[in-house]
């Protein structure tokens, strides 16, 4: 119980008193004497190292985590682990070295500089596009306000080691995600590291390796195309495999076919996918009447491909009720077309002559030779008056 107190009370110690040094220290575990001392770890570069008073032709180099172990014989310092074993040190592990048959041996333990809870969290990266990938993750719970965040990745432990070129940034300023250009995938294993900064604490790191062909969102198929001769073989679909930047063998992919009816009652039973390793498909059970409605997505099959489905492809209308229908309303116009224009002509020899349909154009009022109703207006009122003269003739009675 003392031994178990005072090994946290070290750790302890470690942490709050040597947090810069943490990515290059490694506590020492047996107290007992050895020849075998100073375990130092570069956890970057995966690197163990020590000093021993007595030449051995062999060493046996252990790491383990709480996923796994893995075990490797040098003959020499350093001991460098590599890539492929896939072995992740943000929760800490425990390095052991010994010397074949002998009892002769040391362990040590890394435990991760920074405060418990400033880690990031929920990390994950998508390759997309053939050459495009995005990482996101969650900024650690107990992070302080000021705390930002940096990506590195590399391809290989011999491999330079690249900061991310453009971050996706939260609300408050902080990175929480990357977008890279130009990835491209290879056999070897990525190693991502995020580590922060802040001026209030130290910042705990996180890694992950990660084979990118996993997370390869693979593109639809290419030039999807469907030919209805009207044979008793039906319908012939063909296509072409998804782009991708590391696949030159055709027989890694595995596709699924959906082909739906266009306009099918909704109490219609779902045609189930179809699943083939090919590049043709003969679809024969289809109505002659009907179009139909075709998509085809791809994912890996025994090769370095991603396993999961891709992305549809865009859906495309094939079908002979599709020609069909489109000869039917060209005959349909056509023979509206024809009766309206005899309908027409009747109507104009039964019930209309040339003079009604074809009515006089009036010509043009000459100016200069017939006079406005202002000029008639004026003339009559201008009219010279008869004047008249009376006589009188006076008859005187006689007597």
């Not at 996923?67 to 052991?96: D, W, Y």
């Not at 990390?123 to 969650?138: E, G, P």
């Not at 639809?220 to 001769?229: E, G, I, K």
């Amino acid at each position: 119980m003392v031994d178990t107190l005072g090994l946290f009370y070290m750790i302890w110690c470690m942490m709050l008193f040597h947090p810069l040094h943490a990515d290059t220290y490694c506590m020492e575990l047996e107290t007992q004497e050895s020849p075998i001392t100073n375990l130092t770890l570069n956890w970057r570069k995966m690197e163990l190292s020590w000093e021993s008073s007595l030449n051995f032709s062999e060493y046996i180099c252990i790491v383990a985590t709480n996923m796994s172990s893995i075990q490797k014989k040098v003959e020499r310092v350093p001991c460098r682990f590599s890539m492929e074993i896939n072995l992740p040190l943000h929760n800490g592990a425990v390095f052991t070295i010994e010397v074949p048959n002998t009892n002769i041996s040391k362990k040590c333990t890394f435990i991760p500089g920074g405060m418990p809870g400033t880690a990031i969290t929920n990390f994950s990266c998508v390759v997309y596009n053939v050459s495009l990938m995005n990482c996101t993750w969650c900024a650690g719970g107990d992070a302080p306000g000021d705390t930002q965040y940096f990506l590195y990745w590399q391809n290989s432990r011999e491999g330079e080691e690249m900061e991310c070129e453009l971050y996706v940034e939260d609300g408050k300023g902080r990175h929480t995600g990357c977008h890279f250009q130009n990835v491209a995938i290879k056999d070897a294993i990525t190693y991502f590291v995020v580590n922060g900064s802040s001026k209030d604490s130290v910042i705990q790191f996180y890694d992950e390796y990660i084979e990118l062909y996993t997370i390869e969102r693979l593109t639809p198929p290419l030039n999807v195309s469907a030919n209805c001769t009207g044979d008793p073989q039906g319908c012939i679909i063909e296509w072409q495999e998804p782009l991708t930047s590391h696949v030159e063998n055709k027989d890694c992919f595995q596709y699924e076919i959906n082909i739906q009816k266009k306009d099918k009652p909704k109490e219609e039973k779902t045609d189930p996918p179809v699943r083939v390793r090919n590049y043709r498909y003969e679809f024969q059970n289809f109505n002659v009447k009907k179009k139909y409605i075709l998509k085809i997505r791809a994912r890996g099959k025994n090769c370095l491909v991603n396993s999961n489905w891709g992305e549809w492809s865009d859906p495309i209308e094939f079908g002979p009720g599709k020609d069909d229908f489109i000869f039917v309303i060209l005959i349909l116009i056509a023979l509206g077309t024809i009766s309206a224009t005899l309908l027409q002509s009747f109507l104009c020899k039964r019930y209309c002559s040339s003079k009604r349909v074809f009515s006089p154009i009036p010509h043009p009022r000459d100016k200069f030779n017939i006079l406005t109703d202002e000029d008639i207006q004026k003339e009559y009122v201008n009219l010279p008056k008869k004047s008249y003269i009376e006589d009188i003739t006076m008859v005187e009675e006689m007597t």
